[in-house]
């Protein structure tokens, strides 16, 4: 049996069940912390709002040192395993799985943009102190201002779309620079004089992400705090943040897909009652429940075997450092589209279809199964699954790999 990655080791194995456990029969922190969510997420998935005790759990985890390395203080897993780990926590609870990942890509953007100087400077009390990063990073959304300041900036505007910014501690974010007509990205503390966040997201998925808006008003931003000035050209190592970002929200859809998955086996084998018309005893043995269950198998198991592929290749090129070259990173770019195109796909069909197989009865509120297609259905929303499909098709006729943006 494969060992278990010392971030994942039991602190204790108090109410371990063996489908928590890890190789030595103990609860994981992972397991621990997924068990948990599980056992309130269909009543907070309706509630909705800020999930602020869950957070807590999340913090009281220890994996929000998960990304950072081990230099600063934290675990130093790699991507692959962080992606697991949101992949374990989206067939539960997506929302407090995409508040994880993205407090996760804050990280990665730190590693990326800053210098070794910023990373001790933000890094270092993150793995001390189990902190929270948010964001307010939009790129689309160009209402923040930067305006030179002495030897920093001041900050103006508005963000939307600003995941886990609520109850966080520490903020990544980009403002629009005129003069040069780019974006900066910079890291603040969320509690910040000028800083206000607005808990009013209200979309009818991913309830509790906590996805607002966030306003700035003359926020006084340092030169250390800067993690990439206006202008400056991003290396093609940079650029791998948005591959972080793809591959999140990758894991997030599959485990949307398993968890909608492996909810709808649960309950086919011990809820469901069998049709008049089929001739069978269990539903189970219905031979059209069992063709639905090959094809949620199979898009689940294809979209699953590409993300891991996926995410070693995201690993391969972060481990190049500095040497790796814009077609390595191209290459990441293609992994991940193709992986994230099926992961789409998945989450959206089987979040909907398992009610074929569950019935009517399943419908009840109780069990709260809706929400794997609501959730999916808003996320995937993120960027348009049509352009990575687009980019795949330009790799496979003319060999281009994608341009690095926010997005690709």
């Not at 001041?154 to 903020?171: A, N, Y």
């Not at 019935?359 to 990575?388: E, I």
């Amino acid at each position: 049996m494969a060992k278990i990655p010392a971030w994942q080791e039991a602190r204790h194995g108090e109410g371990a069940s063996p489908a928590q456990a890890g190789a030595s029969g103990v609860a994981t922190p992972l397991e621990t912390l997924a068990a948990r969510l599980a056992a309130t997420a269909v009543a907070r998935d309706r509630a909705g709002g800020h999930a602020a005790d869950e957070r807590e759990l999340i913090r009281a985890s220890g994996l929000l040192r998960l990304s950072v390395p081990t230099a600063y203080g934290g675990a130093g897993a790699s991507w692959s395993e962080v992606l697991a780990a949101v992949r374990r926590l989206a067939e539960v609870d997506s929302a407090l799985a995409h508040v994880f990942g993205f407090h996760h890509l804050q990280v990665a953007g730190v590693l990326l943009y800053g210098t070794p100087e910023q990373q001790a400077y933000f890094l270092q009390p993150t793995a001390e102190r189990q902190l929270f990063w948010g964001n307010a990073l939009n790129p689309l959304d160009r209402r923040v201002i930067a305006r030179a300041e002495l030897d920093g900036y001041r900050i103006d505007g508005v963000k939307s779309f600003s995941s886990g910014s609520i109850g966080s501690d520490l903020l990544t974010f980009s403002a629009w620079h005129k003069p040069s007509g780019t974006a900066l990205i910079a890291a603040l503390p969320t509690r910040a004089d000028g800083i206000t966040v607005n808990p009013d997201w209200d979309a009818f998925g991913q309830r509790q992400t906590d996805s607002g808006t966030v306003r700035f008003d003359h926020v006084r931003l340092e030169a250390i705090q800067v993690l990439q000035a206006p202008g400056v050209a991003p290396t093609a190592r940079a650029t791998l943040r948005s591959q972080v970002a793809q591959l999140i929200m990758t894991n997030l859809y599959l485990g949307i897909a398993r968890g909608a998955y492996l909810e709808a086996r649960r309950y086919v084998r011990e809820d469901a009652k069998p049709w008049f018309a089929s001739g069978v005893q269990r539903h189970a043995d219905d031979p059209y429940v069992q063709e639905r269950f090959g094809e949620f198998w199979l898009r689940v198991q294809a979209a699953q075997a590409l993300a891991d592929q996926a995410g070693l290749k995201l690993d391969a090129a972060l481990a190049r450092g500095p040497s790796v070259t814009a077609e390595e990173r191209g290459q990441v770019a293609v992994a991940g589209a193709q992986a994230k195109v099926l992961a789409h796909r998945a989450a959206l069909a089987v979040g909907s279809e398992l009610f074929d197989v569950t019935g009517a009865s399943s419908t009840a509120a109780r069990y709260g199964y809706d929400r794997y297609w609501r959730n999916a259905r808003v996320h995937t929303l993120h960027d348009p699954v049509s352009y990575k499909i687009r980019d795949l098709g330009r790799y496979a006729l003319l060999d281009q790999v994608p341009e690095p943006t926010a997005y690709s």
